[in-house]
């Protein structure tokens, strides 16, 4: 066994975990060298590192282009005999490929020359060859790429902005998403927290350059633009649900050539998209126009059309192959407070709160509003309220404020914009007077022991209770869904926490041709993980009506083996100086934001949004699996 | 304001100055190859890495912003060393043909190696050898000895617009190339050159200037093009009495050195085999074509006469006088002086209009 | 131009109108394209799918001929929204109430019928051009070259007036000018009604003035005839001798053939040049000239700047620098001409011409000068209609939409319409470039493809158009840049020659050709 790769707490890394059941015999890579298997033959392997390098080298840099094929060469003659002049050469070559390459690929790429070097008389004593013949598979990573649940191709289209081939960096991200102008808006980017310039000073604004992207587009006064093969004459597909993850699966299969019919209960299209995030957060003209251009490569869109109510789930098994199931979470979760469900005027759930507005249909009115709730659906009815004209809003919430599930921009927005925040605080009784709310009883909340989440669970203070007064009340404290149009569909299993059970990786459900994926699936999550899941869910369609069966591919493999091995180093020494800081997007200034839904948040500019992505590192790097 | 200190000496510069653009500030020379002052600086070649203090790596001069307090170095024993290894890196991949190169004694690689004192590189990178692509009457392409600066590349889609040209291959394969491989013009090409003039190697050269002159032979003029009305600034390069090729000049008010494919490429007229080389006077029917060649004397002293003849006869409106929208001011200043002080007529006119 | 080329790029909303300029003024076409990476709305008014389509936030497909109802009907949804400059038009300008009523039957509606612009198009163009806040227009000969020519510039004027966008950093007027030195030929008096810097030959005060200067007693006071006049005179009898330098009006003049007459008639006809051209050929005395790169000089270029041209290399032969064989002319013709250089020439021109008194060729080697440069330490007026116009109040003033002289009918029932092409410039140099014409040698008019079936006509195939005028056989190219019905020809070309078709109307005030549209009918040459 020899390592030579560091962790982050400067041990050397020796757990390899196996590829989909297949133990690693060894593995090259950024990090260095893990060899568990003294019988491999280690040059054998880096000259096949090196050749993988070289096919991954975008050739833009002089030290990765040139110095990594040098290598390659000098690992060639080193395999003929070995010459200690070579090896100073080598390690002349290698350094400089670490010090002087561009971008993490190459700068990366040296390491494991460097490290054969240091460790060559153990190796050299060691016994090349006898495991017998090896199998190579390289894999590419980069932090932010393997964070994002759906894999977008970050570096790349920071390299194409920077590099200013806008178009070509809209199509990266089309591969990955349609939706790109919507992400660029409302993704809660966790790449962005495994971005290594935030190692050196901030992360790069990548949700940013996505709406730069996006919007540059537009800017030019085009609509967006998907690309798809024909219609190919395979069986249709039903998707039942337009949001994020019903969409992404349309718009994958539909690249496919497959035909598919979705099916939307609401007069929109979008989900939470639509009926949900407020407009001030993303523009209407934005979603819609990023659905018609998916409408456009001849997915079809049935609205009002609720499954269970105008057509059956079982017509639907009749009629399609493979059904994609996407209904979102719509319904509010209870508080279980008295006077919940006595139908007062005045108390509305927070998600039906949303929807009303967003569709035009009344919702209640008046000077003071209290909402429930520390997540992004509390902000959004907060935030919305203030533009709808209530003098206070409060927003009550149980933990404190450094545990709200919300964005720490929300609730930052919310503050600024006048929502008056309640915290450790939690509602306990329902004050009406004829039928209408009054305002709400409340306790004090502290900390008490930790609960299945690791987090302090919040317990009322004795005594502590009081009344605030208001005129609306809103619950936001999380959504479940409602599955009765599934009523006597066998096969289909439920969780228990109100969702369907599917395979992690494949999303097919227990029902052949069913899949599910999105909040249905994983409860109350983001947006990025939706799309996620309408892709894969694709990818399995495909796959079952082209081979009748559904199983992880390669690539599911490799992703979890990424993130078992772990491709971010929260504690890595970059190198670099710090002090370029991160661009921040322009924002409207609060006094013109409250006067509508006008949208809060503006985007870059061309200087600011190529000037931003010069910040990337480019953290591509090049691993190899010895089998 | 920012201020930083660069070799011992404090700068104080604008945000968002880049560590190259203070250094030069302070006339220190840092090589380059990709780095373009008219061209987005992208960090390609690394010859411009610098140390900067408390950083464990290098970074590039060119593209990286000064910070306050930043401590650099550009000339360290072991910054040289790395910019002496990434030409020799260069240099393993160049064709070591500079005797017979077009871009000899203007080639930004040969003036790098000289400064930096290398004299060839320890390995040569085992690469293919491409075909010269001589595909347009206008430039020669000679990738072998591209060096993926990116310069071409940059200026075809920034300044042009046009994205005719990307990197194409990848690793020790990757070199500038057409977007479609069957040539310029199927990709796109509207051969305004641009792409030539910033070339820093002899991967791109003039096909016209072939054989026709080495740098240091050629006199440069300044002129101005001679063809639409938009002035772009020109250098001629002038051999043997003989214009053999022409970049542009850059002036920032009008063209910046941009040309389009007019002013680059069609200059030969100039020595068109078709030019006028002597008076001629009418033999036979007008429009005949029948001409005798004739001294300057006597074509002059014959124009004078009919011309004065016929004012005399008929009065001075009978006679009209075209001016040129392709001579200079002086020329169109004496012909309509011509017209009104000495003929006296306003009978005068030109193409203003066509 | 009012502005410069570098300020191109500073514009929020170019609307470029009529002008081809990526393959007529390639470099100006950068600066858009610039300002067009940097945000700014594009709005191509254009018949043809040009390039700079593609670069547009707006494409406005108007029928050639209409861009007085298309601008108008710009004018009146500004009017109707009140997008207009208030400010500005008080304090710097008269007219406006008087277009205000010119424009009101402008309507979306009507000009879309008129022009074939959808009439929501003419709201969002308005709009955006309105908007600003620093819009720019651009226009060529696509705007000038009609019997409307001098009404389109003006209502284009009445535009930026109306709108403020004019004597301000990035928003302007900028006729994008053809010639290299047709800007410096008219700023010299190549014209028949003005002396050099535009001083009008009918003020006795400027008159006096030159006549001093040039030593003579005195100068004809009546305007001459512009150059279509003086064709028609001399197929009349009533112009004897001709004097031509520099140009080629057999093949650019409309009506080719009528020109060729006119100029076979003369008695006497001169033609200074450095080709034997097509006009050349029916001179009496042809005097070889000099090509700029053999001598030295100034050029002034569309945007007002005088740049010097140096000496690179001889003549040919016995061929001599123009401003020398004038000068030798002049002197047989009893002028004194104690010209040395033309930089003597240019010190007269400073002497006389109060735009150009401050330039002097020490002051243009390096950047060059844009005229106004009323003194020798003016730095040149890169911005026009900064404070003041040059009347004072910029004035409104009403035109109206009229539809061209020829229109296509049941016998000609295509537009013809033409310009120039990237590869050439007019009919003469770039053609005696050998890399040029090996790239466009032959001319080809452009089909729609829907035309082109109709008539049974192929890619590649040679058809023959007719105009009442004349005919000529050409290479037809399929594509949609052009619409139904309309058919574009470049003019560079002896060999079909687009103005032997043309039509030789005229607009009233500027006498210039109405080249943009005349009526032809295809027919396929078989065999």
Not at chain 1, 160 to 166: M, N, Y
Not at chain 1, 508 to 517: I, M, Q
Not at chain 3, 412 to 436: E, I, N, W
Request: proline share 6%.
């Amino acid at each position: 066994m020899l390592s030579t790769w560091r962790s982050g707490s400067n041990a050397y890394k020796t757990s390899l975990p196996p590829l989909g059941g297949r133990p690693l015999r060894a593995f090259i890579g950024w990090g260095g060298i893990i060899l568990k298997d003294a019988g491999v033959d280690l040059l054998a392997a880096l000259k096949e590192y090196y050749r993988a390098v070289q096919r991954e080298s975008c050739g833009r840099c002089v030290p990765c282009r040139v110095g990594t094929k040098l290598i390659l060469q000098i690992l060639e003659k080193l395999s003929e005999g070995d010459q200690s002049a070579l090896r100073r050469q080598l390690k002349s070559i290698a350094l400089l490929v670490q010090q002087g390459s561009k971008c993490e690929l190459g700068q990366s790429a040296a390491k494991p020359a460097l490290d054969f070097l240091d460790n060559f008389d153990r190796l050299a004593s060691s016994a090349p060859g006898e495991g017998g013949p090896a199998e190579y598979k390289a894999v590419v990573a980069a932090p932010c790429m393997q964070r994002c649940p759906a894999h977008l191709d970050i570096p790349r289209y920071m390299e194409c902005t920077q590099e200013v081939r806008f178009r070509e960096g809209l199509d990266v991200i089309r591969e990955s998403t349609a939706l790109a102008g919507v992400l660029g808006r409302v993704c809660v980017h966790p790449c962005e927290d495994h971005c290594r310039r935030g190692l050196v000073d901030e992360p790069l604004a990548i949700r940013g350059i996505k709406r730069f992207l996006a919007d540059y587009e537009l800017g030019r006064g085009r609509r967006p633009r998907l690309d798809g093969a024909r219609m190919n004459g395979r069986p249709p597909v039903a998707v039942i649900g337009a949001g994020p993850a019903g969409l992404s699966c349309a718009y994958q299969l539909a690249r496919r050539g497959y035909k598919v019919t979705v099916y939307e209960a609401l007069p929109v299209a979008g989900g939470m998209l639509a009926v949900g995030i407020p407009p001030y957060r993303l523009p209407r003209d934005i979603l819609q126009g990023e659905i018609e251009a998916i409408k456009e490569l001849g997915v079809d869109i049935q609205y009002n059309t609720r499954v269970g109510r105008e057509i059956s789930f079982k017509e639907l098994l009749q009629s399609y192959r493979a059904v994609f199931i996407a209904t979102g979470l719509h319904e509010s979760a209870r508080m279980g407070v008295e006077g919940e469900t006595a139908g007062y005027e005045g108390f509305v759930p927070g998600v039906k709160y949303l929807r009303n507005l967003n569709l035009g249909l009344p919702v209640p009115r008046g000077k003071s509003i209290a909402v429930v709730g520390g997540g992004n659906v509390a902000m959004d009815c907060a935030r919305s309220s203030v533009r709808l004209g209530f003098e206070e809003v409060y927003l009550l919430y149980r933990r404190s404020r450094a545990e709200m599930p919300a964005n720490e921009c929300e609730v930052r927005d919310a503050e600024a914009e006048g929502v008056k925040f309640y915290f450790q605080v939690n509602p306990v009784r329902i004050v009406a007077e004829d039928g209408k709310v009054k305002g709400v009883e409340c306790v004090r909340m502290e900390l008490g022991e930790p609960d299945a989440s690791g987090r302090r669970r919040p317990v009322p203070v004795p005594g502590s209770e009081f009344f605030l007064s208001c005129e609306v009340l809103v619950p936001a404290i999380g959504q479940v869904a409602d599955l009765s149009f599934l009523d006597g569909m066998e096969g289909l299993e439920v969780t228990k926490g109100g969702t369907l059970a599917v395979d992690p990786v494949t999303l097919a459900t227990k029902v052949p041709g069913v899949f599910a994926g999105g909040d249905i699936v994983l409860g109350p999550r983001t947006v990025v993980e939706a799309v996620a899941q309408g892709n894969r869910a694709a990818l399995s369609i495909d796959q079952y009506l082209t081979s009748g069966k559904v199983k992880a591919g390669p690539q599911d493999l490799v992703d979890a083996w990424l993130k078992e091995f772990g491709v971010f180093d929260a504690v890595e020494e970059v190198g670099l100086p710090s002090g370029w800081p991160r661009k921040e997007e322009k924002a409207a200034p609060v006094e013109e934001r409250l006067q509508d839904f006008r949208e809060v948040e503006l985007g870059f500019d061309f200087d600011d949004g190529v000037a931003e992505t010069a910040r990337c590192l480019r953290c591509y790097r090049v691993g190899l699996m010895v089998f | 304001m920012v201020t930083l200190t660069i070799d011992g000496r404090q700068v104080a510069v604008p945000e968002g100055t880049t560590i190259l653009e203070a250094a030069r500030r302070l006339d220190i020379r840092i090589p380059t190859l990709c780095y373009h002052p008219l061209l987005r600086p992208l960090g390609y070649c690394r010859l411009c890495l610098v140390a900067v203090e408390g950083a464990g790596k290098p970074v590039t001069a060119c593209n990286t912003p000064v910070a306050e307090g930043m401590v650099v170095h550009t000339s360290t024993p072991e910054i040289e060393e790395w910019r002496k290894g990434i030409i020799e890196m260069l240099l393993s991949q160049h064709p070591a043909d500079c005797l017979t190169c077009e871009k000899a004694g203007d080639c930004d690689l040969q003036d790098c190696a000289y400064q930096a004192g290398v004299k060839g590189p320890a390995w040569k990178a085992e690469v293919a050898s491409l075909p010269v692509l001589r595909d347009n009457p206008f430039i020669v392409r000679d990738y072998n000895k591209c060096i993926v600066c990116g310069r071409c590349v940059r200026v075809c889609l920034e300044v042009q617009g046009n994205a005719a040209l990307e990197l194409v291959g990848r690793g020790i394969e990757t070199k500038a190339g057409t977007v479609d491989p069957a040539g310029l013009k199927e990709a796109g090409c509207v051969f305004c050159g641009n792409c030539l003039q910033v070339c820093p190697v002899g991967a791109l050269t003039e096909r016209a200037g072939e054989g026709r002159g080495r740098e240091w032979e050629l006199k440069k003029v300044r002129s101005i093009c001679s063809y639409c009305g938009v002035g772009c600034n020109l250098t001629l390069y002038v051999k043997d009495g003989k214009v053999v090729k022409v970049k542009g000049y850059e002036n920032p008010e009008v063209n910046n050195g941009w040309l389009c494919v007019k002013g680059r490429f069609g200059f030969d007229y100039i020595h068109s085999p078709d030019r006028l080389t002597k008076p001629l006077i009418r033999e036979g029917a007008r429009g005949s074509g029948n001409f005798r060649e004739a001294t300057w004397e006597e074509a002059l002293d014959l124009v004078a006469r009919e011309l004065r003849e016929i004012k005399e006869s008929h009065g001075p409106d009978v006679l009209g006088f075209l001016c040129s929208a392709k001579c200079t001011n002086e020329e169109n200043y004496l012909l309509q002086k011509l017209a009104r002080g000495v003929m006296g007529t306003n009978n005068v006119d030109h193409c203003a209009r066509l | 131009m009012t502005n410069s080329i570098a300020d191109i790029a500073k514009a929020d909303c170019l609307l470029v109108i009529g002008s081809n300029t990526t393959e007529n003024h390639p470099v100006i076409a950068l600066k858009v394209k610039e300002a067009v990476r940097r945000g700014a709305k594009l709005i191509v008014a254009d018949p043809r799918h040009i390039e700079l389509v593609d670069w547009a936030y707006l494409w406005l497909r108007q029928k050639p001929g209409t861009d007085l109802a298309l601008i108008n009907g710009l004018l009146h949804v500004i009017v109707k929204e009140e997008l207009y400059d208030k400010e500005f038009i008080a304090q710097r300008t008269e007219g406006f109430e008087e277009v205000k009523l010119a424009v009101e039957d402008y309507t979306p509606e009507k000009v879309a019928e008129v022009t074939g612009v959808p009439a929501e198009d003419i709201v969002k163009a308005a709009r955006i051009y309105a908007a600003g806040p620093r819009s720019s227009i651009l226009y060529a000969m696509g705007i000038t070259q009609h019997i409307t020519g001098t009404a389109n510039v003006i209502a284009l004027a009445n535009l930026a007036m109306a709108c403020g966008h004019i004597g301000k950093e990035g928003s302007g007027v900028n006729p994008l000018r053809g010639q290299n030195n047709v800007q410096g030929a008219c700023d010299m008096g190549g014209l028949p009604n003005v002396l050099p810097g535009y001083q009008p030959v009918t003020d006795a005060g400027v008159r006096r003035k030159f006549a001093r200067a040039w030593g003579v007693p005195e100068l004809p006071k009546d305007a001459g005839l512009t150059l279509m006049e003086m064709m028609r005179a001399a197929e009349e009898g009533r112009l004897k001798g001709m004097y031509i330098m520099g140009e080629n009006p057999v093949l650019t003049d409309p009506d080719a053939s009528h020109v060729e007459k006119a100029l076979q008639g003369l008695d006497f006809l001169v033609v200074q040049d450095i080709f034997l051209t097509e006009t050349a050929r029916l001179a009496d005395v042809v005097l070889p000239g000099a090509s700029f790169a053999e001598k030295e000089g100034t050029f002034t270029n569309t945007e007002r700047r005088v740049q010097l041209v140096h000496k690179a290399v001889e003549p040919p032969g016995e061929a001599r620098p123009d401003w020398q064989i004038l000068r030798e002319l002049m002197e047989r013709l009893g002028c004194p001409s104690p010209y040395s250089s033309p930089e003597d020439i240019m010190a007269e021109i400073s002497r006389v011409t109060p735009s150009y008194a401050g330039i002097t060729y020490g002051r243009l080697e390096e950047k060059g000068l844009q005229w106004p440069v009323p003194a020798a330490d003016h730095p040149g007026t890169p911005i026009l209609h900064r404070e003041k116009f040059t009347r004072g109040r910029g004035l409104f003033q009403a035109v109206h939409y009229l539809p061209p002289a020829e229109e296509p009918d049941e016998e000609y029932p295509f537009l013809f319409t033409t310009g120039r092409l990237l590869y050439h410039y007019h009919t003469v140099l770039s053609r005696k470039a050998r890399g040029l014409e090996e790239i466009c040698s032959e001319p080809v008019v452009e089909i729609n493809p829907q035309d082109a079936e109709g008539l049974g006509i192929q890619d590649g195939q040679t058809v023959e158009i007719v105009s009442r005028r004349g005919k000529v056989r050409v290479k037809a190219w399929i594509t949609t840049r052009v619409p139904r019905k309309v058919v574009f020809m470049s003019f560079h070309f002896w060999e079909a020659a687009a103005n032997l078709l043309t039509v030789p109307a005229l607009d009233p005030v500027a006498k210039i050709p109405e080249y943009k549209v005349c009526a032809v009918k295809l027919e396929k040459v078989t065999a």
